[in-house]
């Protein structure tokens, strides 16, 4: 029989017990100082406080911030330099404990006990969800304040299990970092624990499909794929990897399985080898809800290892509350699966949060245990699971849920992960392009999956329907060149991804955030959710609504924040701190690289998102002084780390690229660079070559030893080729012709701007026709 003890890789790293000085104490209440932005606050009816940690608490034994307090007859005050708290010795109540933000910003106001406003935070999932949801709370709000409620949260008990609260007390995180809402996000992190740096391998195109493949059949997609030039780093298998038709009637279904489908995989090794002979990794579909039944190829094993009769045929409840089941569930069920070649699991909990011991959420202990047990062997662990409540960020990666294919639903997507962020969560993966329900749309697919490209993960899915697929030789030409660019183009994103993956594990920064974290006094920025920024260089404006008829291109409303900014995907550099209409062809999405924004691509040769490509291209938004640092290592969870400094200077007119710093052989020993300077012609970059975006040069050399490219002084950034974009507009246009030759004349006359504006509306063309001509006239 196995053990109920705990073992030790099972046992979360805790500093739970706040330094004593942090501490000040009543004989039922408590506060806690835990940074100068946040404060722990406590009533308890009996005088006796909980130290242990919880599922959102790890670490409470943090630096001790600077306050001081003022301790009157009848309030007591504490103040630091960012938040001013009064209390009134009695129970917590609106006009007895309050907590003014300190900081500067507009609409900052004081925080009364029992109020909840703030920015939103994140769902447990979006299954059945068709459009908007509503959503959790975070620790950032406008009035300055946010608050994380943890009166009934799981505690971790000294043996590393986990107990449930009684319910009698109140235990508050009060969050007053006014509009400094990165701040406040790191300081959620300082307490529970930062979020993991993912594998490398995380970061490229996953395949995902609810679907009974045979095991020849998708080795045989596969290499469909390679040969299309379409890379996938991983490989989903849906449920029917187990027995589902094939499970005895008498055992009502087969939801739950852990033994492979023999007519769909005859030999699953063979199988597992031959996926990761292609460079994929694999996960497989789990729903463990109705424990292990009789006709489980480990049931006998289980059985005996919970010291239970294999004859008797009994099921063996999912018990994950019971440490002995536990034992049994990762020794006997999964790690033999894994020792077959299963790199990592889909946890596709559907069974609420109730376990048989009351406040347990069999989710948290699900995430919990299953991330700590892949990290075993000490590699990157991985898992794909639902979102559990605050801390959950510790368990990457959050399965968002069976997404309605529809419009509505990939109209709110941007912003719900973009909102994530406001509670730390900042890795979730979508059903890409829909999963259920909708009929066929191939501009909804195309779009969809674009937004993928600036997604946390891009794994495509949809569920069980043989008209319901998502491989691109599937659709019509000018959707399947859209997928097949933008799954291309993901590939191409690792290296940014991966230097971002780094920042938001060390750096507490997570990849997607809401456009308010960087201009929080500006009101637009709250007001257009459906943009966000896309790491530390780009903004990305999805299009998420029907192309015009007229046009035939896809249009949104987009703020530009003050700046200059330069579509990466077309070169159009625009003026910023303005409202605008961008126009898209099928091609792409308005995503912008900010002046100085230094954008590391690997190169179209180079597909494999796991390796270190040896080939790069930098694409550099001229305009303003940059640096990005390339963030590449071993992929252990230790390992060596290589980082390679890139600076733009904007006076001097010079890239200087590396050197590498850090061990050898993580990186190649030469390495190929092609820069490309948006907005550029090709005058201005000694032996460049241009396209429509800019001038592009190759340099190669040691990765060890500095480069350098140069352009001209001082480089102003222009949209290239500005008439011939105009003239594609018009040209694409299902109108008139003489209206559009009519209004070709009015644009090459020369004419002064308001002047061809004023013709242009007296033209009376349709208002996506005008929309789109004039973005491009508005360009610089």
């Not at 000085?21 to 005088?47: C, M």
């Not at 001209?712 to 950034?717: F, K, L, R, V």
Request: proline share 7%; with cysteine.
């Amino acid at each position: 029989m196995y053990s109920a003890d705990i073992p030790p890789h099972l046992r979360i790293e805790a500093t739970p017990l706040a330094h004593p000085e942090a501490v000040v104490r009543g004989d039922r209440w408590r506060f806690t100082v835990l940074t100068d932005g946040l404060v722990r606050a406590e009533w308890s009816d009996d005088g006796l406080f909980e130290d242990r940690a919880s599922t959102f608490a790890v670490h409470r034994d943090l630096p001790v911030p600077d306050f001081r307090i003022i301790d009157g007859p009848d309030t007591l005050e504490i103040v630091t330099a960012r938040l001013h708290l009064r209390y009134d010795r009695k129970p917590f109540s609106p006009s007895g404990l309050r907590v003014r933000p300190l900081g500067g910003g507009r609409g900052l106001e004081d925080w009364k006990f029992g109020e909840v406003e703030d920015l939103g935070g994140t769902a447990r999932t979006l299954d059945g969800v068709d459009g908007r949801h509503p959503l959790e709370s975070g620790v950032v709000s406008r009035k300055g304040v946010g608050v994380i409620d943890d009166s009934a949260s799981l505690l971790f008990t000294d043996d590393g299990w986990v107990s449930p609260r009684d319910g009698e007390r109140t235990d508050l995180y009060v969050f007053a970092y006014a509009h400094e809402y990165g701040e406040a996000v790191r300081a959620l992190y300082a307490v529970s624990g930062s979020p993991p740096v993912l594998p490398r391998w995380a970061l490229g195109n996953w395949w995902s499909r609810y679907h009974r493949y045979t095991a020849d059949e998708y080795v045989e997609l596969l290499d469909r794929f390679e040969r299309e030039g379409v890379r996938f780093s991983v490989a989903v298998l849906d449920m029917d990897w187990h027995r589902v038709d094939s499970v005895p009637s008498e055992f009502n279904g087969g939801w739950t399985g852990y033994s492979w489908e023999p007519e769909f995989f005859p030999d699953p090794e063979c199988f597992l080898a031959e996926v990761h002979r292609r460079g994929m990794k694999v996960t497989l579909n789990l729903h463990p809800a109705d424990g292990v039944r009789a006709f489980e190829d480990a049931y006998p094993a289980m059985a005996e290892a919970l010291g239970r009769d294999p004859a008797s045929g009994e099921r063996i409840a999912f018990e994950i509350n019971d440490p002995e089941f536990l034992a049994a569930y990762f020794a006997v069920l999964h790690h033999p699966l894994e020792a077959q070649g299963v790199d990592f699991w889909w946890m596709d909990w559907q069974h609420g949060p109730h376990s048989r011991v009351t406040g347990i959420d069999p989710l948290w202990l699900l995430n919990h245990f299953h991330f700590l047990d892949a990290a075993r062997d000490g590699g990157r662990p991985l898992l794909l699971s639902r979102y559990a409540g605050p801390g959950s960020h510790r368990y990457p990666i959050g399965f968002s849920g069976d997404v309605f294919l529809s419009w509505e639903s990939l109209a709110f997507q941007p912003e719900f992960t973009a909102t994530a962020s406001n509670i730390g969560y900042g890795w979730w993966s979508h059903d890409i392009g829909g999963h259920m329900f909708g009929s066929r749309d191939d501009e909804l697919t195309a779009r969809w999956v674009q937004l993928g490209v600036y997604s946390p993960i891009l794994r495509l899915h949809s569920t069980d329907n043989p008209f319901l697929a998502k491989e691109p030789w599937a659709f019509p030409a000018e959707t399947r060149a859209a997928l097949d660019d933008a799954l291309r183009l993901r590939v191409r994103m690792v290296p940014y991804l991966h230097a971002m993956n780094h920042r938001a594990g060390r750096a507490g920064i997570p990849l997607v955030l809401p456009l308010y974290y960087a201009w929080p006094e500006l009101p637009r920025a709250y007001e257009t959710p459906n943009q966000f920024l896309f790491g530390s260089e780009l903004l990305v404006v999805p299009i998420t609504s029907p192309r015009d008829p007229v046009t035939l291109l896809g249009s949104v409303t987009a703020w530009l924040p003050p700046g200059v900014w330069t579509d990466i995907h077309t070169g159009a550099v625009l003026q910023g701190d303005r409202t605008i209409e961008l126009h898209r062809g099928a091609d792409s999405i308005p995503v912008f690289l900010k002046s100085g924004g230094i954008l590391p691509l690997a190169s179209e040769q180079d597909t494999d998102a796991a390796r270190n490509p040896e080939r790069l291209e930098i694409v550099v938004a001229v305009g303003a002084d940059g640096a990005f640092t390339l963030v590449e290592e071993d992929d252990h969870l230790d390992g060596a780390v290589v980082r390679t400094p890139i600076r733009w200077s904007q006076e001097r007119g010079e890239l200087v690229i590396g050197p590498a710093e850090g061990p050898d052989d993580v990186v190649p020993a030469v390495r190929t660079w092609t820069v490309t300077f948006l907005g550029l012609g090709e005058d201005e970059v000694q032996g460049a070559g241009v396209s429509s975006r800019g001038a592009t040069v190759t340099v190669a050399g040691d990765a060890r030893v500095s480069l350098t490219v140069a352009t001209t002084h001082d480089p102003a950034p222009r949209t290239q080729g500005r008439e011939d974009r105009i003239f594609a507009v018009l040209n694409g246009a299902q109108y008139l012709y003489e209206d559009k030759a009519m209004a070709w004349r009015i644009i090459t006359s020369g004419r002064a701007p308001a002047d061809v504006f004023a013709d242009l509306h007296a033209l009376a063309l349709p208002a996506p026709l005008v929309g789109a001509i004039v973005e491009q006239l508005a360009a610089r």
